[in-house]
């Protein structure tokens, strides 16, 4: 008994407070029920079904080392999910050796609801908080994943936050400020996004939109929003990276995260505007899937643009 009060004496106070909030987070979330969502799958199907649902394509060595998950153990949950007729496996056409997963029609029937109760269960937590302490929650997610995320050794020498008192004040001088620089646009295109801001404080839905931060060595480097068009579309609207911070993937790690809420809340599109000159911008809609839907000649800003429209199927 002695030797276990000395133990108990001893546990380092951040890590029970680490363990106390692993505890109360796995039970408010359901993940210690038995059948995760109402359903009879486990948190590991569900997450399998979820990977697979949101990729075109993927092979179960990816799937494997994106959800660390025993070789064994994944190849069992497919083996059951290709039986019931959920999952077909397919050649892939650039290489020979390698066999491409997706969810068949059936699966995705599966998955469907399965979604939706995440999402509604996700909805029903936040309705109970104010917009205040609801955008403070998911401020405080997005700094714990920031953060535990990283690797120990970060190729990644930023972290994204939501923003905060002073951010839109930010997006707006240094949108003035580079575009000015970089393509000799005049002042009304920082009206313009002054405008884009002010309409995203006011109408603000924090379940269904936001404002990534980029920010590094303490130091804001980059920005991007999504605002709600419709019920089933999104914009992603003033996606910039400071000078100083290109080459670190910022800019395809805020598109990124953009999709991922998008198709997280539940949005069928994702659309955007922009430009035919801002051709590094372009490159990463592109790579990211985006398509070219509308290009119209136009003035603006003090010169002769070509607006163009990209939209991407979520």
């Known amino acids: 008994m002695l030797q276990m009060h000395t133990l108990k004496s001893k546990a380092d106070p951040r890590v029970e407070a680490f363990r106390h909030f692993n505890r109360f987070y796995t039970k408010r979330i359901g993940i210690l029920r038995e059948g995760l969502l109402q359903s009879p799958f486990s948190l590991t199907q569900v ?21 660390e998950l025993d070789a064994g153990y994944l190849s069992r949950i497919l083996g059951n999910f290709e039986k019931r007729g959920w999952v077909a496996r397919r050649q892939s056409k650039t290489d020979g050796r390698r066999f491409e997963l997706r969810l068949t029609r059936a699966g995705r029937a599966v998955f469907g609801p399965l979604e939706r109760r995440s999402s509604e269960e996700a909805a029903r937590m936040l309705s109970d908080l104010s917009p205040q302490a609801q955008a403070r929650v998911i401020e405080a997610m997005n700094i714990i994943e920031g953060l535990l995320g990283k690797p120990p050794e970060s190729k990644i020498p930023y972290m994204l936050r939501t923003h905060q ?3 839109m004040g930010w997006v707006v001088y240094r949108h003035g400020i580079l575009y000015s620089q970089e393509y000799g646009w005049d002042e009304r295109f920082e009206a313009l996004v002054a405008e884009i801001v002010a309409k995203f404080v006011h109408e603000f839905d924090p379940r269904r939109e936001r404002c990534w931060i980029a920010e590094r060595n303490g130091e804001n480097a980059g920005c991007v929003f999504l605002v ?3 019920a089933t579309i999104a914009k992603l609207r003033l996606l910039l990276v400071e000078p100083s911070a290109r080459g670190l993937g910022i800019g395809k790690r805020l598109v990124s995260e953009c999709i991922r809420f998008a198709r997280q809340v539940g949005y069928q599109k994702l659309t ?16 990211e899937g985006f398509c070219l839907v509308h290009e119209e000649r136009h003035h603006s800003f003090g010169h002769e643009l070509a607006g163009q429209n990209w939209d991407l199927q979520l």
């Not at 399998?48 to 959800?67: F, I």
Request: charged share 35%; hydrophobic share 35%; proline share 2%.
């Open 165 to 167: 008192p002073g951010d």
């Open 272 to 287: 955007l505007w922009t430009n035919d000159v801002l051709t590094a911008a372009r490159s990463i809609y592109e790579k």
């Open 47 to 67: 997450r399998v079904l979820y990977e697979l649902a949101h990729r075109d394509r993927a092979t179960a060595s990816e799937l494997g080392l994106d959800l």
């Open 228 to 230: 709600k068009e419709s």
